[in-house]
């Protein structure tokens, strides 16, 4: 139950009924009315702008109206106190055992608290690694592939129907030039050259790929193939071949570390796919249909010239209809498609497979491309498609401040799976989740391994194990006492009454409410913050016991108050487990 959502419903009902009485004019929007916790804990329990946000369409002056609203509250169900803030806003109190209630919710429920039909099963496609198959995952491929699969577990968990994607570009030059790169190793592998002729190569820009990584598919190539295409020279037939292998390998290798990473997709899409099937030309077919193409010369741009420009008469797609700065490119003066016209594709068989709410996870630097793609939607869509751009910032990989040395795997940067064997899993994930996704990020190795409260992964873990290690410990004090969710959910919960008890408690009720928020604003990163926060407060309140014994956990000689602190503690693990779900990490059950 999302406490905030039953007293935004009651505080509309009271709304209404003052319509009904004639005291506010009648057909109100009640839209904007939002109802939150306050900003200072101790003003209340729960605050609303009603007052303020109505004020203007009833005629009213804020505080006015605010006043007569607090007198109306003060007879709502669990209302134990209002009063009026400031220029109007209203901070309510409620009733203890409306937390208390809460945390039995919580045990009813298990992790699955929190859990919400906000998305009323809405189909969602959440697009989001998508890298080059190039070269192996590296630490930005990491973040997005966190933020994403993190984020579709979020709106999962509110109730979209969540589609997980992945799409190949296997269809522009870059495939090709890794290719080219590739038949260096390759004859290198054979024998042919020398590391030295691949390195000259590369400086005269021959070839624009040289890591390490090449050589182990050279060496897979000349396996498969032995000596077959070191001496076709004929570019129309080696470059396909060796395309499809390359494409192939890396998709092996990408598929491996996002396994290693926990991160499943539902659907891979082939760029390559899309054009070889003809849905490029479909889609731009689509768009003139609707009068939305033309052929014109575009001005140059300002500042860097993109690759997609040229000074000749172009198809061109009217983007500046739909909120783009200029229009755009559909055809090369090859005659194929643009590479955004095989965005425009990829996304029109979105569309076509029944998608009109898209989410798409990209690097930084495809920022320019946000306007572009969202114009094609809104056009393949008459408006009707959603489509959220998340822009993941960089990673920065230290060492004690310091910055690491790129890997000796990939030759050039750092890789997923260096993140992954140095730290392990679950770190990796939890951290990328710490910052909101278009903030830079720092990776500290020292940082993320530290046990202290600055390392936001150990002190979660540390509130979930330390609840477990009660547990063990309850066993012993109460043996045959009943401490399954069910028979904790008994207990007699107003034996919690310390105000920081009962300040877990609110936390607690908050979880659906953080949940439903950053699931609709695409933002995981809160959860982060709301399970950090949890588990200070949950630190605190053992610390507490510590020092005082009356407040401790377990109470040998009271089992009553005893069992209502382990449902505390039980509720604090199973919203702590629900939110570490949410980011694909399993809680502890001790610390080591």
Known sequence: MNIFAVMKSRIDAVLGGLMNEGKLPAGLDLARVAVEPPRDASHGDVATNAAMVLAKPAGMAPKALAEMLVEKLKGVQD?????????????????????????????????????????????????????????????????????????????????????????????????????????????????????????????????????????????????????????????????????????????????????????????????????????????????????????????????????????????????????????????????AGTYFASDIAYHKDKVDRGFKNLVNIWGADHGGYVKRVQAALAALTGGAGKLDVLLCQMVRVLNNGEPVKMSKRAGTFVTLRDLIDEVGRDVVRFIMLTRKNDAPLDFDYAKVMEKSRENPVFYVHYAHARGRSVFRHAAEMFPGADLTDAGLAKADLARLKDPDEIAVLRTLANWPRTVEGAALAHEPHRIAYYLYELASQFHALWNKGNDATELRFLQADDQSVSAARLALVRGVGLVIASGLTVFGVEPLEEMR
């Open 79 to 335: 209302v134990t106190g209002a009063a009026v803030a400031g220029p109007g806003f209203i901070n309510i109190k409620l009733d203890d055992a409306v937390w208390r209630g809460a945390l039995q919710d919580v045990l009813k429920a298990g992790r699955s608290y929190g859990d919400s039909t906000i998305g009323a099963a809405e189909k969602v496609n959440v697009e989001y690694v998508s890298a080059n198959p190039t070269g192996p995952m590296h630490v930005g491929h990491a973040r997005g592939a966190v933020v994403g699969d993190a984020l579709a577990r979020l709106l999962a968990k509110a109730g979209f129907a969540v589609t997980k994607e992945y799409y190949i570009n296997d269809a522009g030059g870059q495939v090709d030039n890794v290719a080219a790169a590739l038949r260096m190793r390759y004859l290198q592998a054979l024998g042919r050259i020398t590391e030295a002729d691949v390195q000259g190569a590369l400086e005269r820009k021959e070839i624009q790929y040289g890591g390490a990584y090449l050589i182990s598919v050279a060496e897979a190539l000349k396996a498969r193939d032995g000596d077959r295409w070191a001496d076709v020279t004929d570019a129309a037939v080696w470059v396909p071949a060796l395309r499809e292998f390359t494409v192939d390998y890396m998709m092996k290798l990408v598929k491996e570390d996002l396994e290693a990473l926990g991160v499943h997709h539902d659907v891979f899409t082939s760029e390559k796919g899309l054009v070889d099937g003809g849905k490029v030309d479909a889609a731009l077919k689509f768009l003139a249909d609707k009068g939305l193409t033309y052929t014109g010369v575009l001005e140059p741009p300002k500042g860097k010239t993109p690759d997609d420009w040229e000074p000749r008469p172009q198809l061109l797609f009217k983007a500046t209809q739909f909120g783009d700065e200029v229009d755009r490119p559909l055809r090369k003066s090859s005659g």
